[in-house]
């Protein structure tokens, strides 16, 4: 087991950097201070996301052990990861949206859950018992990014507020997404 | 232990019937209008059979009680919100007296949980309320002896009313009115049900829990709680759930210093989706992970059997 965790490989970190100088040199330093190994760093200086900022794509070497301290270290120095490795989209999340789905924009409003950027919805499921006109309910299945559940149901209130639509959250305390 | 116990209603009335069972003797007892008060101990089944059949326990005026001989008040009026009284009261002038006080009723610690607190650090008594939150299972009592510190959520179910009215909507597919109304007619749910459908009494029992949790740090009342009912849920959000091996309870999660109450997707066969009436709960520890406590929790003689636990902890 110890050779397997021992093993060095390639990983790709998507990163979201804040417009500032200095900015790409503090999120390479936990990739140093944590043992990676850099191997090409892909800076869209021109690419601003819709939130305004910058994707950085930085690839590295690593043993797998490393590599999650790397992440984490990432995180903890408030550094934007939106990909690491292989994870993401890795935690499943269902809800219940129940109101007059129709008319507020069905897929308006996936396209909005889309547009949250941390998640993608991988499955619907309607029921309009009444029709059309009258208040229906859906079941999304949405993959999240590993880590981002509350973000994702934050912005799933906001959607659900925003076009007065009852929300079912799943209970996600104690890490049971 | 001689009890004085407030409140006649199914849980006070049980409490009285089984005293004697447990080795304890009542020696006051009181509804809003009447008291009855004897030094060798109350007739229990005469009492209860003249509360039944006239509507009072006895001649004497309520005010009386606290002149009584006891050792525990015992609370079980109904719980109110805001100020919490008359339970409030109650335990303020039973402290001041220096006797032991057992809640059933939730107001004091869910409201004036650091006031309850302040009186008893004043007084010889101490205050106990093992039975206001899921009130036969051992809740709060696991909280205390794991330590309130080194617990990090607390969740689950904690309204049998809500629970048996999402259960039966799953399992006929039938909507919210039409199982509520099945509900009242059982008497599984009251006349106005509306604090067990619109979260309140859910959330007045986590945020009694995340006053425990939080040691003196942070008080707790209702309106720190997220709460939201299950008025509005449809039958068919109940399928939906189904199709994906889930189903919808009404789940209070005490973590992180917050407390939420709302419908929630759980599995279907899950810790936290027990049946009917019963109340589950998961208490999330260091060390010792995740424990589960399942049952009947509310009803006058469940709750009742908690209040005496308590009671026999004061003996202690």
């Not at chain 1, 912005?155 to 007065?164: L, Q």
């Not at chain 2, 059979?49 to 326990?57: A, C, D, F, Y």
């Not at chain 2, 629970?163 to 749910?189: K, T």
């Amino acid at each position: 087991m110890s050779e397997v965790r021992n093993d060095v490989q390639a990983y790709t970190l998507r990163l979201e950097l804040v417009d500032e100088p200095g900015e790409l040199l503090r999120s390479l330093q936990p990739i140093a201070e944590h043992g990676g190994n850099l191997l090409s760093i892909f800076h869209e200086r021109g690419n601003v996301t819709p939130r305004g900022y910058i994707p950085v794509e930085v690839d590295i070497e690593a043993t797998p052990d490393r590599f999650d301290n790397i992440v984490e270290g990432l995180s903890e120095a408030g550094i934007n990861v939106i990909q690491a490795g292989t994870e993401r989209y890795s935690e499943r999340l269902t809800i219940i949206l129940s109101g007059h789905l129709i008319e507020t924009d069905l897929s308006d409003t996936l396209t909005q859950i889309e547009a949250t950027r941390n998640a993608t919805v991988t499955d619907i499921s309607l029921s309009a018992p009444a029709g059309s006109i009258d208040v229906s309910s859906a079941r999304l299945q949405l993959a999240a990014e590993s880590g981002s559940t509350e973000d994702v149901l934050s912005a799933m209130r906001d959607i659900a507020d925003e076009k007065d639509l009852q929300l079912v959250e799943p209970l996600t305390v104690g890490g049971r997404a | 232990m001689r009890l004085c116990v407030l409140g006649a209603g199914a849980v006070g009335s049980a409490v009285v019937e089984l005293a004697a069972e447990h080795g304890h003797v009542v020696t006051a007892f009181a509804d809003s209008e009447s008291a009855v008060v004897d030094a060798d101990g109350i007739d229990a089944d005469a009492v209860l059979s003249k509360k039944r059949e006239e509507g009072v326990v006895g001649d004497a005026d309520p005010e009386s009680v606290f002149d009584a001989d006891y050792d525990v008040l015992v609370e079980a009026t109904p719980t109110t919100l805001g100020d919490a009284e008359p339970g409030f009261s109650h335990v303020e002038r039973a402290l001041a007296d220096d006797r032991d006080v057992v809640l059933a009723n939730k107001g004091p610690v869910a409201e004036r949980y650091a006031d309850v607190r302040a009186l008893e650090a004043e007084s010889e008594g101490t205050v106990r309320f093992g039975a206001t939150v899921g009130g036969a299972l051992p809740i709060l009592s696991t909280i205390e002896d794991v330590g309130p510190s080194r617990v990090s959520a607390v969740y689950g179910v904690l309204n049998g009313t809500a629970n048996f009215v999402l259960s039966r909507m799953a399992a006929e597919g039938l909507d919210y009115e039409h199982v509520l109304a099945e509900a009242q007619d059982l008497g599984v749910a009251e006349a106005d049900p509306t604090f067990d459908v619109d979260g309140t009494d859910t959330a007045l029992k986590g945020v009694i829990v995340a006053n425990v949790l939080s040691e003196g740090e942070t008080e707790y009342t209702l309106d720190d709680a997220e709460v939201e009912g299950i008025q509005e849920l449809s039958g068919s959000m109940l399928d939906l759930a189904a199709e994906d091996g889930q189903t919808i309870r009404l789940i209070v999660e005490v973590a992180d210093g917050a407390v939420r109450v709302g419908p929630r997707l759980v599995p279907e066969n899950g810790a936290v989706a027990p049946s009917g009436t019963e109340n589950a709960v998961q208490i999330e520890a260091d060390y010792c992970g995740r424990l589960g406590i399942t049952g009947q929790g509310a009803g006058g003689p469940e709750t009742a059997s908690a209040v005496l636990t308590d009671v026999e902890r004061l003996a202690d």
